[in-house]
């Protein structure tokens, strides 16, 4: 069935330091992949996606790799900083089903200064 | 900058007990969608409702669950008879209609069921 999983569960980094978040998903059917931000006390905030056509995508300091021959996803975050700490998702999405996404377990980034 | 609200933050009840749980979209979104969250698990998907049906449901999302959009503006989530397993926090979620990837999620409403 449809799994999206994170290899770690705690990441700690030092400030300035770039991060990497991994990500094992099992649908190889899956048309979209998404990150997800989580702050304490908030709901997961949106912070990038990758079609499954595509390789990698970049946005403002992160960059999301998609590998679909090992079925792994990953997020890397440029020049870590403080307010970066937060528990990160990632969720998979199958064209034609309204939406759903179905998350990983997530993986709390902890950014030392 | 536009943000989905939930109401109440924080929702306790009685086993047994009726709640409705209430959720304000992005006003120009049309994708509605509820997710719940058990303390220390994964986000997971309940339901997508658009045009006033519901697009898809979850194994969860069973006939103790309903969904409304009873006015413009509103979108809520109704539990018949609450069970112990349902405390949670619950997550509204909404996307525009060409792009629903990208979906914003309210704060969550804190359920939890004595």
């Known amino acids: 069935g449809e799994s999206v999983g994170l290899h770690l569960p705690t990441l700690s980094v030092q400030e300035g330091d770039n991060s990497i978040i991994n990500c094992a998903y099992s649908?190889?059917?899956?048309?979209?992949f998404i990150w997800y931000k989580q702050e304490s006390g908030k709901g997961p905030q949106f912070i990038i996606d990758?079609?499954?056509?595509?390789d990698k995508r970049q946005g403002q300091r992160v960059t999301v790799l998609l590998n679909k021959t090992v079925k792994h996803l990953s997020l890397q975050i440029a020049a870590t900083q403080p307010g970066d700490s937060a528990v990160y998702f990632c969720?998979?999405?199958?064209?034609?089903?309204?939406?759903?996404?179905?998350f990983g377990d997530g993986t709390t980034l902890t950014v030392k200064p | 900058e536009p943000e989905v609200t939930q109401t109440p933050s924080h929702q306790v009840t009685q086993m047994g007990q009726e709640v409705i749980l209430r959720c304000v979209p992005i006003?120009?979104?049309?994708?509605f969608y509820w997710y719940r969250q058990i303390l220390g698990q994964k986000v997971e998907f309940l339901v997508s409702?658009?045009?006033?049906?519901?697009?898809?449901k979850s194994e969860i999302f069973d006939d103790q669950f309903s969904v409304e959009r009873p006015d413009g503006s509103n979108f809520t989530l109704k539990i018949r008879s609450t069970k112990l397993e349902d405390s949670a926090m619950y997550f509204c979620?909404?996307?525009?209609?060409?792009?629903?990837?990208?979906?914003?999620f309210g704060p969550g409403t804190r359920l939890t069921v004595l």
């Open positions: 979620a909404s996307s525009m209609t060409s792009g629903y990837v990208e979906q914003f």
């Open positions: 649908n190889s059917a899956s048309d979209y």
């Open positions: 990758i079609r499954s056509n595509m």
């Open positions: 969720a998979e999405i199958l064209a034609g089903n309204a939406g759903k996404s179905t």
């Open positions: 006003s120009n979104h049309l994708y």
């Open positions: 409702f658009y045009n006033n049906e519901i697009s898809e």
